[in-house]
């Protein structure tokens, strides 16, 4: 009975503990894939506000650089979805290539990148025009992930099956490297100074550090399971690694590469979005149905919200307007 008793007392402590002071309005976006929802959570109250139907396999999105659509890529579906974030609906549908899997925005917001999964390729979309204006072949097999340099010049792209990662260089739109890495490549991020790349090496259970000024890795740092999504905290002090097998989350201190905490989760964590303010990451469980809500700067979860089956994608978006 005492160890019941203590249970119940420390889950009461672990979901009613306060999210640190912040700018009121912002909302998380949450994918749920076998539903084909999308959830949508008030920072504020970390209650989810609508569930909102948002087509079959509703998997990656990202926030454009206008900060007020949210573009939704549903697996197996030429086109994605355009989310406003201030009336909260669906306003248009675009096609973004053969088979988009996930994308990334040029700093101005007038392009966007879409890695073509069994296509092997990233097509390029005019944002304003809403129209395929190129296509890039990058030399690698089954693209998973983009991210793009902070400047906007090159673009790396995960390959889950060739081991490597693509270097291109986007004014020219031709790849300039192929960084050979590990099994199953999903997870990687770009420093803010754009001096290093993070590469989550999958089934050789590490993550490599790649010099981008060279374009060779410079460390191979050991984990305690096979890595999935890697972000780096908004100031560039921490890079949070996802273990979907050990159900936890590796913290790790930067530049320095040391383990500073390993944080239990729920069934398979999946993606990462942190606050603009840094203060807090939000973490998909996507066998378990929830999100788990970190403190960003502690390494400790502090909630977990309930949402739909097969929790994927997160995002965190700015307050609509009041006027």
């Not at 539903?35 to 209650?47: A, F, K, M, N, Y």
């Not at 305690?224 to 972000?231: I, K, M, T, V, Y």
Request: positive net charge.
């Amino acid at each position: 009975m005492r160890n019941i008793t203590l249970s119940l007392v420390i889950s009461s402590l672990f979901l009613s503990a306060p999210a640190p002071a912040h700018a009121a309005g912002e909302r998380i976006l949450v994918t749920n894939t076998r539903d084909g929802t999308l959830s949508v959570i008030s920072r504020d109250t970390h209650e989810v506000i609508t569930t909102i139907p948002a087509g079959r396999k509703a998997n990656r999105l990202a926030l454009a650089p206008d900060e007020r659509h949210a573009y939704v890529i549903n697996d197996g579906s030429a086109f994605v979805r355009v989310f406003d974030t201030h009336t909260l609906k669906f306003v248009r549908r675009v096609r973004a290539g053969r088979d988009p899997y996930n994308l990334a925005f040029s700093p101005d917001g007038a392009r966007a990148y879409f890695v073509n999964t069994y296509s092997d390729n990233v097509t390029i979309l005019d944002v304003a025009a809403r129209k395929v204006i190129g296509l890039i072949k990058h030399g690698g097999n089954n693209p998973v992930n983009i991210k793009l340099s902070p400047d906007g010049r090159r673009a790396f792209v995960a390959n889950e099956l060739s081991e490597d990662v693509s270097v291109v260089d986007l004014e020219t739109r031709m790849p300039v490297k192929q960084i050979d890495a590990g099994h199953y490549i999903e997870g990687i991020d770009v420093t803010r100074d754009g001096k290093r790349l993070y590469v989550m090496n999958g089934e050789r259970n590490s993550y490599s550090v790649v010099d981008l000024d060279t374009l060779e890795i410079i460390r191979t740092i050991k984990l305690s399971g096979e890595p999935h999504d890697a972000l780096i905290t908004p100031d560039g002090k921490f890079l949070y690694v996802t273990l979907p097998h050990k159900n936890r989350v590796s913290v790790f201190s930067l530049p320095a590469q040391k383990r500073v905490a390993s944080v239990k989760q729920g069934i398979r964590p999946d993606l990462i979005a942190f606050t603009p303010d840094g203060a807090l990451a939000y973490v998909t469980n996507r066998d378990s149905k929830e999100v788990f809500v970190m403190d960003a700067k502690t390494h400790r979860n502090i909630r977990k919200i309930r949402v739909g089956n097969g929790a994927h994608g997160v995002l965190v978006v700015p307050p609509a307007p009041t006027n």
